[in-house]
Structure formats: structure tokens, C-alpha cells
């Protein structure tokens, strides 16, 4: 079965540049969650997407943004990174019709910023 | 605002030793889904289990069970019999479903090392 796709895997950028990351959901799920999780730490929620708008807001900087496309992929931006921006992203992805449906995991992207 | 609490920082245990894993937990919705996943060292979170708020049934999988007592606020985890493959970061979570669906909000994770 597909599963939630994330592009890259491994990342390595230097302080003050900019990462892209991408997330390619389940075929037919039109929801997007991304996690943070800062090194021995728990995945803190980022932001989410339902049908291309942004339908809730954790704790992600404004250095950072994020949308959905009309594919229902997703793409968080991050700018200006600091070394503390070091971490592992997660992206989920659900079918929210009913809203009572499990969100699936990606396998992380791993941001190293040096 | 909901909390997870893991007051189980690491633990370890020789294997075929069974294992308990504490997750209390705090919110002010009647509708609610707690999770478990387990993160080994590679990273990836894998899915373990979904209960519902109104499901108080526990229930087991192989090695694995789950106590779910909504008194006490506790979702907690037994491994049977453990196993080396066992070793990881086991994460307790809680999705409320009036915050935005799915969002979920994890516990500070539990590592556990089983050892031979």
C-alpha cells in the first residue's frame, strides 16, 4: 500500500540558508500534518492543511511557512536557518471526512544545519 | 490544553522480562484517541495502536497490550516477553479531535534498552 512520502531523506545546510521540504500524502487523503523533533525530544506539531488551507498552527517560526498544493503535496519552506533548526521533520497525512481517521507517518526528513 | 506525560525516562530490562510503559495523560474533551508508537533508532515512528475515548476495552496484539483505564487518565503499554528488537523510543500520544482533527500531542517518549 502507499504510504506518506518525504524528499528529501537527509539534508545538510549551512546556517542562514533555505530548505525546501516536501511531502507527497496517501492517494486520496487531503490533510497534512508536519512535526518537528528536535534531537531526544518528542515530535512537536509545526502546522497542518486540510483541502489546501491552512487548517491549524502549532509552534513553527515565522522563518518558516508552509502550503498545500492542489495535487494535495505539501512543502514547508525554511529560511534564515540556525543551527537549532537541526531536527527531524515528520509529515502525516489523513482522510478528514468524518474526522474520525488515523493519520499516517512519513519516514522523516532529517535536517542537519552546520 | 491537553498534556502527555511519560514519567518513564528509560528503562531497561534483560530480555524475555516483561515491560510496562506509564502514559497519563489530560484533556478536557469527551472525544478524544490516544496512540502509542514506537521510534527505533532508524527514526521512523511506527503506528502501534489508536483507541478511542469511549473504547475502554483493553487489548492485546502478540506481545503487545494495552490497559486503558479512564479513571485514572492512564494509557499504558505491556510488552511480554521482551526482546532485543524490542529497543526504542516508545511515544504516547493524544489527539483531540476539537483542535483540528488529528493533531496529536506527544509525551516526552520512553527509551527502552532491552539487553541479552
Known amino acids: 500500500a502507499a504510504g506518506v512520502i518525504q524528499s528529501p531523506r537527509h539534508l545538510i545546510k549551512e546556517k542562514r540558508e533555505t530548505a525546501t521540504l516536501k511531502c507527497y500524502p496517501i492517494p486520496r487523503h487531503d490533510t497534512v500534518y508536519w512535526y518537528q523533533q528536535g534531537p531526544g525530544q518528542d515530535p512537536q506539531f509545526l502546522i497542518s492543511f486540510y483541502e489546501k488551507m491552512q487548517s491549524d498552527k502549532g509552534s513553527i517560526p515565522d522563518r518558516f511557512s508552509a502550503q498545500q498544493f492542489s495535487d494535495y503535496h505539501s512543502e514547508l519552506n525554511m529560511s534564515s536557518l540556525e543551527l537549532g533548526d537541526s531536527a527531524l521533520y515528520f509529515c502525516?497525512?489523513?482522510?478528514?471526512?468524518?474526522?474520525?481517521?488515523?493519520?499516517?507517518f512519513g519516514q522523516g526528513t532529517r535536517l542537519t544545519v552546520v | 490544553a491537553q498534556k502527555v506525560t511519560q514519567a518513564q525516562t528509560e528503562i531497561s530490562v534483560v530480555e524475555k522480562e516483561d515491560v510496562t510503559l506509564d502514559c497519563v495523560y489530560e484533556?478536557?474533551?469527551?472525544?478524544?484517541?490516544l496512540f502509542w508508537y514506537k521510534q527505533p533508532p532508524s527514526g521512523e515512528l511506527v503506528f502501534l495502536i489508536r483507541?478511542?475515548?469511549?473504547?475502554?476495552q483493553n487489548e492485546i496484539s502478540g506481545r503487545y497490550s494495552w490497559n486503558f483505564q479512564k479513571s485514572t487518565s492512564s494509557f499504558n503499554f505491556t510488552i511480554t516477553a521482551s526482546q532485543v528488537v524490542d529497543s526504542a523510543v516508545y511515544f504516547c500520544?493524544?489527539?483531540?479531535?476539537?483542535?483540528?482533527?488529528?493533531?496529536?500531542?506527544f509525551g516526552t517518549g520512553t527509551q527502552l534498552k532491552v539487553e541479552l
Open positions: 502525516a497525512s489523513s482522510l478528514e471526512q468524518g474526522r474520525n481517521t488515523e493519520a499516517f
Open positions: 483507541r478511542n475515548s469511549f473504547d475502554e
Open positions: 500520544a493524544l489527539s483531540e479531535l476539537t483542535g483540528g482533527g488529528n493533531k496529536l500531542t
Open positions: 484533556t478536557r474533551d469527551t472525544t478524544y484517541y
